[in-house]
């Protein structure tokens, strides 16, 4: 009988592995590649999870739920040793994933199954990441795959439930091959469970237009860069806009990863001018035209485009940020690529300057090329101004700005129309003048203010347009009814053309405004004058002399 007993444990002894209680041959090499990550919210408030290294150069895979709200988050590897996460490669809330990379540069990944699993093929839960070695894989098999996103990537559903600390571990075939990881079911932990498979999880990555993914914002920690350089170049000029606090080490990833790219370089100096860090800002500049990214024009224009700037708003700034520094830097960019952009950079450094004459040559070389625009015209019609032109000159070159745009014109060539009118109007064109003006009130859809009513009354009564001008000027004595100035040129055009009353009733609305104001008085005397009210018109201009007009006395001592 103890024969048989002793027979009976030889046998037991002899039994095939897959029937004992232990790892598979792979387990110890799997172990390397698994971590414990740990993230911490902008309170302190910490939230754990599993995760694993997808490649040699550390980057990993976890849960999005952990990293969501994370500020900060490390990654402990099976060994004990803690890295930091250094930037996120990319996230889905959708299928609760998420992409990072970390400071380990010598990461022990496991092959990843290039096929997608079979139904009923066992697969192995590798067990929560510690230091027990002694650990168990979980045994399953898969009862059903389910794929998405036009059949790219298949979802697993495995047989068994599973304890939720599971969530984020990774699952592997017999073979040692890395499947996907644990994801738990909705339904709770006595349900099945399912394992994302790890195609998709390779997919995950940054474009351009993730700088409003809205679960890439969630998580605090730095974005990384798209893999292509012209994405790359596109999320960065997009995210100075999102998230500027963060867009310096967002530079810096940038250089590091496309050196001899001059975006980066005009990127940090831009962003350290603004931050009033004017020598830094000097030396990024000076490291991209030491690279020699085939980009020097961009670079010095750059830099003199900030140096300018900078002189007209910063007398603090260092020596050498000075206009004529910023002129220099915008005649190395032209001669490195003689661009029109350059050359009207120098103009604005010139005129600046007071350097006129030189300026006005730099603004007329600019309208000669596919940089034409009224905007230059209109330069240099400054530059003549100072200079002391001939209204003949001035409205030959305001001619020119209007003459950029055509019938119908759009609504910035007011800028352009409305100087225009006051040349003209100088110059005695007054029909001309007001029909400029006019088009300015179509295009402003009539939001123009009292002064523009006042302006074009002016003109409209030097050509003897006296039912518009009467229009006008009661405008704008409606916009502005505190003005008795605007009530005493509606009252005195009243009585030009022989509105006595108008003239009268206007006249005293301008005094009961400012009874402290000349002109009204005047304006009154001479209309009640004219209505044969003597006495009291003699009265009315008697306090205008007493205010001070220097007309009243005069029209005061032939009504003796």
Known sequence: MARCLLISALALFMLPSTLLAQNP?????????????????????????????????????????????????????????????????????????????????????????????????????????????????????????????????????????????????PVFNENGELLGHIQLSAGGADNPAYALGVLYQESLQIKALDVNNHDLKAIGIVKALPEDESQATSYILLYSKQNPTEYKEVIKMYISKFPTSHTGYIQMGELLTSQKEYKAAEEAYAQGLKIQTGHDDEIHHSLAKMMYQTSLQDSSAIDGWNMERALQEATAAYSANPLPLYTALEGMCLYSLKKYEEAYQKFMQVTTTNMRSAEYFSYAQLCKSKMNATDEEILALQDSCVNCYTKPYPTEAVKYLYPRAKTLAKLKRYREAVNDMNECEHLLSGNVNSTFYFEREQMEIQCRMYPAALSDIERAANLSPDDPSLRAEEAALN??????DEAIVIARKAIAIDPEYPDPYRILGVALRDKGKTAEAKEALKKSVELGDTLAPSILEKMK
């Not at 990550?37 to 952990?66: H, L, P, R, S, W």
């Not at 098999?141 to 998405?148: A, G, K, P, R």
């Not at 009585?495 to 006595?500: F, P, S």
């Open 25 to 169: 041959k792979w387990f110890k090499k799997a172990r390397k590649a698994q971590l414990t990550v740990i993230a911490y919210d902008n309170q302190g408030n910490m939230k754990q999870g599993q995760g694993y290294f997808v490649n040699e150069t550390g980057d990993a895979v976890t849960e999005y739920d952990i990293l969501k709200n994370a500020t900060r988050a490390v990654v402990v590897d099976a060994d004990g040793k803690e890295y930091n996460v250094t930037s996120i490669l990319g996230a889905s809330s959708i299928y609760n994933v998420a992409k990072m990379s970390t400071s380990c540069d010598k990461a022990k990944p496991m092959p990843m199954a290039k096929q997608t699993a079979q139904k009923g093929e066992r697969i192995y839960v590798m067990p929560i990441c510690s230091n027990d070695s002694k650990a168990l894989c979980k045994e399953d098999v898969i009862e059903n795959i389910q794929e998405f996103d036009d059949a790219k990537y298949p979802y697993y559903t495995l047989h068994n439930p599973i304890n939720e600390r599971y969530a984020g571990c």
């Open 495 to 500: 009585y030009r053309v022989g509105q006595l």
